[in-house]
């Protein structure tokens, strides 16, 4: 798979949209009105005639607008929407795209919140089959008539389940599907899920492309892949447009106008910064995670390593075909689940917090916290154990994280 110059193409982005007194990046825009001296041109900015105009900040902001460009040139799409945060990214596809009486067909193995949501789309009429993307027949038989789209998460947190992305991607293009791809923990510097035919692809900015957490954020770009013709959501007032504007302009309007959740200029700019970045990171946080992958699978302290860096891992052929690494996220199971906290709190480099794709290592036990409220009943069928850790590798040197764990599991 093609890797155009990932990190070229967006540390000169701003510079070259021409930013006042030479500066190098678009500045924090902190108006939330933006006044026109002739009333005409305001009037063209609220019927969408004027590209690049802005009305109101809950809208957009010239920074905002600065970053999503950087989005969609990295996941090579044609457009992206930002949200002040992944989940509500996720919110604004599901909720302007469906209604009462659509059916989707999802991972069952998918981030924690994301479960949650799927439990409220229920609620309002919209169904959700929860299968093992690991095989494209499983979604392939969830499909019926009132399907209206395939979602996956690249690799799954905290069991790093990979799907069939290719083979769902065909079989999406062949239903005429949207297929959309939540590529958080991959990044577009592992993998492009236009490369396997998704419509729309999902980041929380929060993570990896920010990588310094410091900001929240979320994102929606759209590929050019999904032929919006097919969507028979789409509301009359955004017909008239280029129906390859259709799906994006309806996740903008009514996503950012319904439920408000915009990204602020401040956090547009923080997470532009980290994303400069971003390959430099992914590359050294994904090397340490195959080391202490590696090094946990031979640790007799430890029971199972998931990995999809390692051979061992169920679809560690697919991960290596479309990603080329392992990411950065691992979890682990030890074989005494009651010496879990012990070991934890022996550590002495990684910060015992949630979060994911930080610079420095984070580690959290699974069960008792993230997926505590999910109830033992969903902990099981998302292959998460009561002694399961998850580790979020950060960017330190790789020896000195192996030491830490090495000291760490020793009795
Ligand atoms: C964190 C995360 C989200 C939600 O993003 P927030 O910015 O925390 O709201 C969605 N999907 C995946 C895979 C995530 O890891």
């Not at 825009?29 to 004027?50: A, M, N, P, W």
């Not at 929860?130 to 027949?137: F, L, M, N, T």
């Not at 592992?190 to 929380?204: K, Q």
């Amino acid at each position: 798979m093609d890797k155009p110059a990932l990190t070229t193409s967006i540390l000169h982005a701003d510079r070259r949209l021409g930013v006042e007194h030479g500066g190098i990046r678009t500045p924090i825009h902190t108006s939330i009105q933006y006044g026109y001296e002739r009333v005409e041109d305001l009037i063209d900015v609220f019927q969408g005639k004027r590209k690049g105009g802005f009305n109101y900040a809950r809208q957009g902001t010239p920074t905002t607008a600065a970053l999503e460009s950087k989005l969609a040139a990295l996941e090579l799409g044609r457009g992206a929407v930002c949200f002040s945060s992944g989940m509500a990214a996720l919110t604004a596809v599901f909720l302007t795209l469906l209604r009462a009486g659509d059916h989707v067909v999802s991972s069952r193995f998918v981030f924690g919140n994301t479960h949650s949501l799927f439990t409220t789309l229920g609620t309002l009429g919209i169904e959700v089959s929860r299968v093992d993307a690991g095989s494209a027949a499983e979604v392939a038989a969830a499909l019926r008539p009132n399907t209206r789209m395939v979602f996956v998460e690249t690799i799954a947190n905290p069991g790093t389940q990979v799907p069939d992305l290719e083979a769902i991607g065909t079989l999406c293009r062949d239903q005429r599907l949207l297929y959309v791809v939540d590529n958080t923990i991959t990044s577009p510097v592992l993998f492009r899920p236009r490369h396997v035919g998704a419509g729309l692809v999902i980041h929380s900015l929060s993570k990896t492309i920010a990588g310094h957490g410091a900001a929240l954020g979320g994102a929606v770009i759209d590929t050019g892949e999904f032929d919006w013709l097919h969507c028979p959501n789409i509301a009359d007032a955004y017909r008239s447009a280029d129906p390859a504007s259709w799906g994006l302009l309806q996740i903008r309007k009514k996503g950012l106008r319904d439920m408000g959740a915009s990204l602020s200029s401040e956090h547009a700019h923080q997470i532009g910064l980290g994303a400069e970045t971003m390959e430099l990171r992914v590359r050294q946080s994904s090397a340490n995670a195959l080391a202490l992958a590696r090094y946990l699978e031979s640790h007799p302290a430890v029971d199972k390593v998931h990995y999809p860096g390692l051979p061992s891992h169920p679809q560690h052929e697919t991960a290596r075909r479309c990603f080329g690494a392992g990411s950065w996220l691992l979890s682990f199971e030890l074989r005494d689940p009651g010496s879990m906290c012990r070991v934890i709190n022996k550590l002495r480099i990684p910060i015992k917090a949630t979060g994911l794709g930080d610079t420095r290592t984070l580690v959290i036990p699974v069960a008792p916290t993230i997926f505590w409220e999910a109830g033992a009943q969903v902990r099981a069928a998302m292959g998460i154990s009561d002694g399961m850790v998850r580790i979020s590798a950060g960017i330190e040197d790789t020896d000195d994280l192996i030491a830490d764990f090495e000291q760490a599991l020793a009795d």
